[in-house]
């Protein structure tokens, strides 16, 4: 089973960018689609960004899609998540997820990391 492990979370301002890296561990990431959710306080774990396993194909929410861009790296069993622009909505803990099939949503996920915070204040 494949463990992941997301870092790079912290508390930032209004505007400014951030690097989200999940690195696995146990076994390789190369037969997974690989995304992120987040979850605010008192709302339900939504969907962010998503990449399929060859790297060709990803989807964003609406709410983050042309600030945010996924990535991966099979080769360092990591996957990334650059947000640029951030506001305070994007204030969440941001989990990293693993899934062998699609759709890539919450009731798909093989595998989630423990998550990270992102903080962003006005």
């Known amino acids: 089973q494949v463990q992941l492990v997301e870092s790079g979370g912290r508390l930032v301002q209004t505007g400014a960018s951030l690097r989200l890296s999940c690195e696995a561990s146990?076994?390789?990431?190369?037969?997974?689609?690989m995304g992120w959710f987040r979850q605010a306080p008192g709302k339900e774990r939504e969907f962010v960004a998503r990449?399929?396993?060859?790297?060709?194909?990803?989807s964003y929410a609406d709410s983050v899609k042309g600030r945010f861009t996924i990535s991966r790296d099979n080769a360092k069993n990591t996957v990334y998540l650059q947000m640029n622009s951030l506001k305070p909505e994007d204030t969440a803990l941001y989990y990293c997820?693993?899934?062998?099939?699609?759709?890539?949503?919450?009731?798909?996920?093989?595998?989630w990391g423990q998550g990270t915070q992102v903080t962003v204040s006005s």
């Open positions: 146990g076994r390789t990431i190369s037969n997974y689609h």
């Open positions: 990449i399929s396993w060859s790297g060709l194909s990803t």
């Open positions: 997820a693993a899934s062998t099939v699609l759709p890539f949503n919450k009731y798909s996920i093989d595998v």
